[in-house]
């Protein structure tokens, strides 16, 4: 056990390093909340109230925001043995000047209208991110989006390329990928050209990563241009695709983002093992789970094939953990990334993130990142990170190796900072 003093010393040197958050959901368009609707809408707080017995009615566009924010904190009671609810309190105590320790339903009118009067200032986005001390947030950017409008210096693009693998045989995709592109996709050189389009117009815009989050049964696999031009050949016509069908054109097309973050050294970030839509009647963005079918086993011809390329990957499950660990301590171009969703809780971020830094090379580590849809919530995530971090730190190398609390808040800085840094090449902008 380190002691408390040695626990707060480290945790106040953690917090001056400015963080670059590595994944995130921001709109760089409307960065912060306007109101505590757009805070308490965060899917956590609508999963948890759900799960505690709230009706999904008072989430409907008939509620107004304020009674929609009553309604959440009704049932908050319920929940506030819970970490999301430790980040609320911590908002609303920073941001909004909340004095008290506990939230209630009483509390909405005095929180909503403080919220109103302290997310209209100019220069609120500027007071979250100093607050915060986040330097760069990495965005999660559709495939046609224009990248146009925003600081790409403090939000940073990042090619998210689900749609593209999964729903290229959906109409509508591949509608807007001719339109992002100017290419109609019926065999597999017009996708190869399509494909190699984005990244060309991501990179004018500063991208640094692509990404995409993968089903439990995925494997990837190399295809053969004829195979993949005959499915692309039956989606341009209009017919339905076979089971096999769909995963050989998934295949196809996951294969070929990785050959051309290959060519162009981009980093890829692999966020594994989610299987949506488990809970159908589940609140919006509350229907998405996870089994234990997941090995990463199956990446291992992807990691294999393509050793230049940095793969950035996240589990959703601290039975995982050692396997990435595992993975990571082998292979040069698997990296561990942050504490994705169901593992974003302390006591499994402790005990992997404890793991990591006793099993994996220290500049193969991404700590943390946010995975927030609004600024606010990086504070109390990084946070519970830092302090997290912090007790570890003291425990496993102040005390248990000798290490200086200089040593220790250098190591910090690798995981907070400079891995992603370097990795991510942010410099260069």
């Known amino acids: 056990m380190a002691d408390e003093k040695l626990v707060n010393e480290l945790y106040a040197e953690i917090c ?3 963080l670059i958050d590595p994944h995130s959901h921001i709109n760089p368009h409307r960065p912060t909340s306007r109101t505590l609707d757009d805070i308490l809408g965060y899917h956590y707080y609508t999963e948890l109230a759900h799960s505690a017995g709230m009706s999904k009615e008072p989430l409907s566009e008939k509620t ?63 007071q979250v991110l100093r607050q915060s001390n986040i330097e760069k947030v990495f965005l999660t950017n ?30 509508d995709v591949r509608q807007r990928l001719s339109k992002a592109t100017g290419i109609e996709v019926g065999d597999a050189s017009a996708l190869r050209k399509a494909v190699g389009k984005l990244f060309d117009h991501f990179r004018q815009h500063q991208a640094r990563a692509c990404a995409i989050s993968l089903p439990p049964d995925f494997s ?26 769909q995963r050989l054109c998934q295949n196809g097309t996951f294969w070929m983002l990785a050959e051309y973050c290959h060519e162009l050294r981009m980093p890829f970030d692999l966020m ?28 291992r011809k992807l990691f294999n094939a ?24 082998i292979f040069p171009n698997v990296m561990t990334s942050g504490h994705w969703w169901y593992a974003n809780i302390p006591a499994y971020i402790e ?21 927030m849809y609004k600024l606010e919530f990086g504070l109390p995530k990084y946070n519970m990170y830092r302090k997290i971090l912090a007790k570890i730190l003291a425990e496993d190398f102040v005390r248990g190796r000798g290490y200086s609390t200089e040593q220790a808040v250098e190591l910090a800085r690798l995981l907070l900072r400079d891995n992603a840094r370097r990795l991510f090449q942010t410099d260069s902008q």
């Open 64 to 126: 107004s925001p304020r009674e929609r924010v009553r309604a959440i904190l009704t049932y908050m009671e319920r929940f506030d043995n819970t970490v999301q609810y430790q980040w609320f309190v911590d908002i609303a105590q920073t941001f909004l000047g909340f004095q008290k320790e506990r939230v209630e339903a009483a509390d909405c009118d005095a929180l909503y209208d403080a919220a109103e009067e302290k997310m209209a200032q100019k220069d609120w986005e500027d």
């Open 272 to 299: 594994i093992g989610v299987i949506r839509r488990v809970y159908e009647a589940g609140v919006f963005q509350g229907q998405d789970l996870f089994d234990q079918r997941t090995s990463l086993i199956q990446y």
């Open 220 to 245: 990837p696999e190399k295809v053969s241009d004829s195979d993949l031009s005959a499915v692309l050949a039956k989606t341009s016509r209009g017919q339905d695709l076979s089971a096999d069908e």
């Open 142 to 171: 559709d495939f046609d989006d224009p990248l146009e409008g925003f600081d790409t210096n403090r939000y940073v693009p990042c090619l998210r390329t689900d749609d593209l693998v999964f729903h290229l045989a959906k109409l």
């Open 351 to 371: 005990l992997d993130a404890r793991y990591r830094l006793q099993a994996v090379p220290k500049t193969k580590q991404i700590g943390y990142y946010s995975d």
């Open 16 to 18: 001056r390093i400015p």
């Open 306 to 329: 393509f050793p230049n390329v940095a793969f950035c990957l996240s589990v959703l499950t601290t039975n995982q953990n050692q396997e990435l660990g595992s993975f990571s301590w």
